[in-house]
C-alpha cells in the first residue's frame, strides 16, 4: 500500500508515493536521486546517512519517509549555496578532512550540527560529539581539524 508523503528537502517541496517501510535514506537516494547520503551500515552505527531533519541531525537510516512528512529535511546536496561550499564543507576541503569520502556527508552534516549547539567545540566535545560517525580510513585528526575550523568559519559567517 502506497503512501503519499511531501516535506521541503533542501528548500524545494517534494512528495512522493512511498510503502510504509520506505526508509527516509531509500526516499532521499532512490526517490529524489540525492545520493550523497550514503548507506554504510544500515544499523544506525557509521553515521554515513545523517541528514538535517528541521534542523536537528538524524540517521536517515533510523527514520521511515513518512515519519518526516511535513518536515524540512536538508541533506548535503542543499549546502553549498550559488556553488559556494558551506564553511564546514569548505573546511572539510582545506584540512584534508576526508580519505576515500564517504563517511564525509555525515561528518559533515554532523558537525554542522554540532556547531549549532556548541559554537566553540574543543578537540574532547568534538570526539564526543561523532562517537555515531565512523570513518573507516583515517584516525580522525585531520576530521577533528577540519570540525574546529569549520566552526571558526561559521562564527566568523
Not at 533510523?62 to 524540512?72: D, P, R, S
Not at 559556494?84 to 582545506?94: D, I, K, N, V
Request: charged share 20%; hydrophobic share 35%; net charge negative.
Amino acid at each position: 500500500m502506497a503512501i503519499s508523503v511531501s516535506m521541503k528537502v533542501n528548500g524545494k517541496p517534494v512528495s512522493g508515493e512511498v510503502e510504509a517501510r520506505t526508509l527516509l535514506v531509500q526516499f532521499l537516494r532512490d526517490h529524489l536521486q540525492l545520493t550523497g547520503t550514503h548507506v554504510g551500515c544500515d544499523t544506525s552505527q557509521c553515521g554515513a546517512c545523517v541528514v538535517h531533519i528541521d534542523g536537528e541531525s538524524v540517521k536517515s537510516c533510523t527514520a521511515l519517509a513518512v515519519q518526516a512528512n511535513g518536515a524540512e529535511i536538508t541533506t548535503i546536496e542543499g549546502l553549498a549555496k550559488d556553488g559556494t561550499l558551506h564553511p564546514m564543507q569548505e573546511a572539510f576541503r582545506e584540512h584534508h578532512g576526508l580519505q576515500c569520502g564517504f563517511c564525509t556527508p555525515g561528518m559533515v552534516m554532523s558537525a554542522i550540527d554540532l556547531v549549532k549547539h556548541n559554537p566553540k567545540p574543543d578537540e574532547h566535545t568534538i570526539r564526543e560529539w561523532l562517537e555515531g560517525n565512523i570513518c573507516r580510513c583515517t584516525g580522525y585528526h585531520n576530521i577533528v581539524k577540519a570540525i574546529k575550523a569549520g566552526a571558526e568559519k561559521m562564527s566568523a559567517a
